[in-house]
């Protein structure tokens, strides 16, 4: 305890992480405000519905992602997760369009005008996601419009302010990324999941000592121990790395080398963070547009897929977050690039041939990371279905795995080695223990 007191004294000391600590405090104060700001023309004491709505389902999850404001009918009411769409498509081109894929190989200037794709398409994405939004606040509450106001005349101002809304966001994450700590939208996401944890926890403490079937002080121990378990887990998860070694020659001569140092490539066994787990989210929210527009909502399939509890949704999801694991990998990591890095820069790794052999071992060793880390990932992310067969809370169940435990595990320990960097580079001890941030940053986007 003393020394984490000594370590934000040292936090305050240093001028420009107090500055930037501070920023950041600000901008996600004003998006939590903003959470708050109801659409002009709706009564909020009139959105019972939609808050009632937003307890189960996927719209739980949505409404989460929002930090809330789903559920309040605010003006950030579609929060941060249209932007997220709108890269994974953009990451998708880059991969199998060459147009796409020469722009990602120009550096700055091709990232530059990526960006500038992918705040188009985000747009484009909240046209199409704000009118839905309106129809479905329409059919849960369409009572919480003010009189007077006809619905013609609400809708298109409604959609201008909701995508303005969403755009304002990811101009506070692009902010909190330039000038404050961590990554803005990441630290965006975690805000909007954090902000449910303390009424989700009084709501599970709630019914675990009034109701008689509950269990109470004792499942709700196993609970905790669980939970507890689940985080270590994935903080190992994060922090887990396979070093393959690479031998540099200071020194070529004909087939020998002279001199040189070893070094390593530290190849992650969560090398696409929560990537995998966002593709697959963002697709399993398909059924939430289509619901909207169909007349056959009762339809078997139909109602398995809006239930992120049900079978069908976690099996088809857990494949998803496996598939999507491998491609992430594989777009992220280019074992042939590597190989030609290491053999131009008269690199090899110790008992392989430089070249093919040398890429072909990168994959095979990427590979045997990736199927654990994969089917691991996938656990985690159906550990609240689990979690609900334990009778705990839906509400707190989400806490239990997922992509908002993998978020929050994630974009703690980035913002925290970002500190620890800052403080280190002034001769200060850090919130960490040397060692513990060996994995490098993990960032939800």
Known sequence: ??????????????????????ITILFTAIYRF?????????????????????????????????????????????GIMPYISASI?????????????????????????IMWYTRILTVAILVFQGPSYLINLRMQSGGALASGLSWSTFVYPAVVILAAGSMFILWLGERITDKGVGNGVS???????????????????????????????????????ILYAVVCAALLLVQAV??????????????????????????????????????????????????????????????????????????IFAVLIIAFTFFYTAITLNPTQMAED??????????????????????TVMSRLTWPGSLFIAFIAIMPALAGLLNV????????GGTSLLILVGVVIDTLQQIQSHLMMRHYDGLLKAGHTRAGGVSAY
Do not use: C
């Not at 959105?47 to 949505?62: A, C, D, H, I, V």
């Open 1 to 22: 305890m003393k020394k984490f007191i000594e370590t934000l004294k040292n936090i305050w000391k240093v001028e420009d992480l107090r500055q930037r600590i501070l």
């Open 34 to 78: 903003g959470s708050f700001v109801v659409l002009p023309g709706i009564d909020y004491d009139k959105l019972e519905n939609l808050q009632q709505q937003t307890e189960s389902g996927l719209m739980s999850l949505l409404d989460m992602f929002s930090g809330g404001a789903f559920s309040n009918a605010s003006i950030f009411a579609l």
């Open 89 to 113: 498509v953009m990451q998708l081109l880059a991969v199998a369009v060459p147009y796409f894929q020469k722009m990602q190989r120009e550096g700055e200037s091709g990232r530059k005008q």
């Open 187 to 225: 630290l965006i996401i975690m805000i909007g999941i954090i902000a449910r944890l303390p009424q989700s926890f009084f709501q599970e403490v709630t019914s675990r000592f009034t109701a008689i079937t509950s269990g109470g002080l004792v499942m709700f121990i196993i609970e905790l121990l």
């Open 242 to 315: 396979r070093k393959v070694p690479v031998q540099y020659a200071r020194r070529v001569q004909g087939n020998k080398t002279y001199g040189g140092a070893r070094q390593y490539i530290p190849l992650k066994l969560f090398a696409a963070n929560v990537m995998p787990i966002i593709f697959a989210q963002a697709i399993m929210f398909i059924p939430l547009a289509i619901v909207q527009y169909s007349t056959n909502s009762t339809n078997f399939v139909i109602r398995s897929l809006m239930d992120h509890t049900s079978l069908l949704y976690n099996i």
């Open 342 to 363: 290491m053999k131009r820069n008269n690199g090899f790794i110790p008992g392989v041939k430089p070249g093919k052999p040398t890429a072909d071992y990168i994959d």
């Open 393 to 400: 809370q839906q509400g707190f169940a989400q806490f239990f």
